[in-house]
């Protein structure tokens, strides 16, 4: 039996980390709270709110300790009313501060080419948010409580996590095609999509979206700070510890930045980012997990100026993918999609390309 790639085998201890893989998927039915615009975009489609347990810690928990323990996870379906048999498949990832709703014209327009569509609040989002505070602030609030040793990793790998155990449940299902399952998501969903693409091979097309990027690379050419910038509080509390640290009859004291806040250096970053993705900039950065998707159809969109994912950085992992993709004879299943003049924005061009992508590599049989 071959060895898996130490990509997959970092990314897997990352996200793993000592837990394990719940043998029976609790789930239960849940009431969506859609808004107007969102119950519009579902007219005539058939839709199934539930609930799914990710985490069997929670198994024999109260409902009260699951739900602070971010273990239930909020999942839409969302298919034609006349669907029949097993469908192909398409999980849909939201951004940063937003929620499943947010793609709910997405999910609707592909339940209607014939998918079943998928969608999750992620957690601190949407139905996860913490009770009394915005899914923005709360989601802030726990990435600094990860840096100072919650236990949790909230950005990006137990999001990854649950998107494993939501693969599990797709493939249990009768109306799922378990080897047709795509993903796509933006910006923080974008992220999601290529690590768990990269971690298991069951997603058989992603399309991230304004969602790849070098970390690495940034943090050597220091150009993370529009990435900073999206989740700011924990990297403020990473900075001020620094400063809290350093001795104070030192003469060089850390600069502080406009309105008193410590200056987020490049060490502030990497220390941030070894403690909230641990091992990922020595193991599964883009240019490392990426290739692991080859030779899956994968279709990248960024925009040509985006500062949160710099095409700089892109390329350079390009280079790595383009290489397993042209040694597996599968180039034709790599696309970059780069819309000009843009920034950190998904366009309607982008999802064309995706709704195509989707539909050649899984609406259409090959066989």
Known sequence: MALAPAARVALLQALTRGRDIPTTLQTRPAVGRMGHQTTAAFRGLQVEELQMCSETEAELATDSACEAAQAWVP???????????????????????????????????FA?????????????????????????????????RAWRGSGELPFLLDNVWDLLRLLDLLQSRPDVEPGRIGMTGVSLGGMHTWLTAAADERVAAAAPMIGVQNFGWAVEQQRYHARVGSIPHVFQAAAAEAIEQLDPELPHQAPQAAGGEAQISAD?????????????????????SLPLLAPRPLLIANGELDPRCPMEGVHLAMEAVQAAYERQGSLDKLQLYVVPDCEHQSTDCMWEQVFAFMDRHLLQRTS
């Open 75 to 109: 999942v839409r379906l969302v298919k034609q009313a006349v669907a029949q048999g097993r469908l192909p498949v398409v999980v849909l990832l939201h951004a940063t501060g937003t929620d499943k709703d947010s793609l709910a014209t997405q999910q609707a327009h």
């Open 112 to 144: 209607r080419r014939g998918y079943l569509a998928a969608a999750i609040d992620c957690r601190y989002h949407g139905d996860r948010a913490a009770v009394g505070e915005g899914c923005w602030e709360g989601y802030q609030q726990a990435l600094v």
């Open 268 to 288: 502030v970053v990497k220390a941030v980012w070894d403690r909230l993705l641990p091992g990922l900039l020595e193991h599964y950065d883009a240019p490392m």
